[in-house]
């Protein structure tokens, strides 16, 4: 497979237990943050996202968290099956007609 | 099936040629982006096309180039120009009414250069 995130902080689970994967942004405008997914050897893939008017967004088995006064995202995988390893990564967008800004990404593996 | 493609998966080219990387989508989307991607760091934008015929440098477009004369492709040349070539590229594509639109990628391309 492709070598992106060969140097990639990495975090590592049991099957079945809860992930959890942080995001620290700096961008004081920011006001709209998107979680993808990328497996080895493909492209990103949309998980969820969130507005800076919310503190927390759920989904199928994520739940994105909103920390405004510290800059601080949040993405938390219930029950971690062998099909979430994979690379995660934060985007930023801002209210300043600024593109998405992404983050470097934290390497999943899930133990079975 | 809608989505947007990128071919081939892995090209391999001897240092100094130019080499085009293909970007095609059917989304009707406007916008459309090329990312390059390198270990341990983020998507780093080469260029963005909001509309056809129109296109603008990102943060690293030095030795790259891009042309937009469909709205369904966006294809990427990568010049003799670029020092550091090998990478993973990445296309994306995105309605276009804002620029925090979500964006939907391509599989991307891996592109050696020895």
């Known amino acids: 497979g492709e070598n992106v995130g060969l140097h990639l902080p990495t975090l590592s689970v049991q099957e079945g237990d809860n992930s959890i994967i942080n995001c620290a942004y700096s961008?004081?405008?920011?006001?709209?943050f998107i979680w993808y997914k990328q497996e080895s050897g493909k492209g990103p893939q949309f998980i969820i996202d969130?507005?800076?008017?919310?503190d927390k967004r759920q989904g199928q088995r994520v739940t994105v968290l909103l920390n405004k006064t510290v800059k601080h995202l949040s993405l938390q995988i219930a029950a971690t099956q062998p099909g979430d390893s994979a690379v995660y990564f934060c985007?930023?967008?801002?209210?300043?007609?600024?593109?998405?800004?992404f983050g470097g990404g934290t390497r999943l593996m899930v133990k079975p | 099936d809608g989505g947007i493609t990128q071919s081939p998966k892995y090209l391999f080219r001897k240092e100094g040629q130019n080499v085009t990387l293909s970007c095609e989508q059917n989304?009707?989307?406007?916008?459309m982006y090329w990312y390059r991607q390198d270990p341990g760091q983020g998507l780093r934008l080469i260029y963005y096309?909001?509309?056809?015929?129109?296109?603008q440098k990102g943060d690293i477009a030095e030795g790259y180039s891009v042309s937009r004369e469909k709205k369904e492709s966006f294809p990427l040349t990568v010049t003799s120009a670029q020092k550091n070539p090998t990478a993973f590229y990445l296309c994306?594509?995105?309605?276009?009414?804002?620029?925090?639109?979500?964006?939907?990628f391509g599989p991307g391309t891996r592109l050696t250069v020895t």
């Open positions: 096309s909001q509309i056809v015929n129109d296109f």
């Open positions: 985007a930023e967008g801002d209210n300043a007609g600024n593109m998405l800004t």
């Open positions: 969130i507005r800076s008017n919310m």
């Open positions: 961008n004081s405008a920011s006001d709209y």
């Open positions: 989304l009707n989307h406007d916008a």
């Open positions: 994306a594509s995105s309605t276009g009414q804002d620029p925090r639109d979500e964006q939907y």
